[in-house]
């Protein structure tokens, strides 16, 4: 299973993937959420939709809500040994600034055989405590990672996906 940064999501819809331009790209991940191959933590899932843009609007859509949101408790033990991965001692501007990319983090870890953390951010290894990257903290508790191009690619999206996978 691919867990969701919700950078991938603002990336896609900044960058490449414009909702209305490239409606393909985002049937096709509420699809594959419906197959359980990608999904988005709960506290993730309420940081995306905490917004007032397009992508925040297209995930409150139940259909995509449900396709996508990781229906699972998070475990706050793996949530404190990955923020102890960032630092053992951050303070509370710092705890800010690194959001919920521990909950991200902590589901990976909850199954790392089975899921891998999908995020825009690149490794800069030589950051420290609330500057530190996921790729980075992902590396340190040995939980798999990639970038959204590369689960593109595991998971064979086209803009002709629904011929693909049979979904017409």
Partial sequence: MHLLDANVLITAKNQYYPI????EFWEW????????AAKIPLEIVEEIIGGNDDVAEWLRAKQNYEALCLDEEVDLALVQAVTDRY??????AELIQIGRDPFLI????AAPAHRKVVTAEVSKPGCRRANRRVPDVCNDLNVSWCNSFQ??????????????????
């Fill in 20 to 23: 209305q331009r490239v409606p």
């Fill in 29 to 36: 991940l509420s699809y594959i959420g419906t197959l359980g």
């Fill in 87 to 92: 630092a053992p001692d951050l303070n509370d």
């Fill in 106 to 109: 902590a589901y990976g870890l």
């Fill in 151 to 168: 689960m593109m690619a595991e998971l064979n999206f086209s803009t002709s996906w629904k011929t693909t996978f049979g979904a017409e």
